[in-house]
């Protein structure tokens, strides 16, 4: 089990809003960056947010992450059909130096 | 562009060594850090280790006991070592470039390792 928690699962219309959170401690998420992961089933990961809030070259303003305390949040605006697929956060753990994944989250776009 | 590729063998016998390559070019592994990470069927992804262009190694304390990731020294390649294999470590393994606080920016595609008899 993992010692980030996801929700499982979340749905939105098209052109909706969606938020993703991710929850962690002390020695993860309120003290490092976090990073967030897109995956369609039978593919590699692709990163989405790196740096708690930056988006990489080529990822649409519509993809947004914040953190307050131990807890991290991936906002999708304007929700699109090629936007389904399984979310995941990733930080580094100071105390247990190791990098750690959140379970996964799947997205339908309903 | 940067392109990460893994190899190696797809069936593992329970008992015996993992051993995967991850082939890197576009770039020479002289920055950055060199990911292994691995997602059993219909689980979520879970971080192996990793290693430095200077060597320099770190480890999911779940797996340290039995996991090696080495840089060579061609410095086109990394590899992973993984003993004493259970049907527990049947997962698809991709290896990843960046550290955590930048995200893993490139992937390769994975490869499928089954661990049976």
């Known amino acids: 089990q993992s010692l980030l928690t996801q929700p499982p699962s979340v749905s939105a219309a098209p052109g909706q809003k969606v938020t993703i959170s991710c929850s962690g401690s002390s020695s993860n998420i309120e003290t490092n960056p976090v990073s967030w992961y897109h995956q369609f089933p039978g593919a590699a990961p692709k990163l989405l947010i790196y740096d708690t809030n930056k988006r990489p070259s080529g990822i649409p303003d519509r993809f947004s992450g914040s953190k307050s305390g131990a807890s991290a949040t991936l906002v999708i605006t304007g929700l699109q059909t090629g936007d389904e697929g399984d979310y995941s956060c990733?930080?580094?753990?100071?105390?247990?130096?190791?990098?750690?994944f959140g379970g996964g989250t799947k997205l339908t776009v309903l | 562009q940067v392109h990460l590729q893994e190899s190696g063998p797809g069936l593992v016998k329970p008992s015996e060594t993992l051993s995967l390559t991850c082939t890197v070019s576009g770039v020479l592994i002289s920055r950055s850090f060199w990911n292994w990470i691995r997602q059993p069927a219909g689980k979520g992804l879970e971080w192996i280790g990793r290693v430095s262009h200077s060597g320099t190694t770190n480890y999911s304390p779940s797996l340290e006991s039995r996991v090696t990731v080495s840089l060579d020294t061609s410095k086109t390649h990394f590899t992973l070592r993984l003993n004493s294999v259970t049907a527990a470590d049947t997962a698809v393994y991709y290896c990843a470039r960046g550290p955590w606080a930048s995200g893993m920016d490139v992937w390769g595609q994975g490869t499928t390792v089954t661990v049976s008899s």
């Open positions: 990733g930080v580094w753990d100071t105390s247990l130096s190791t990098g750690l």
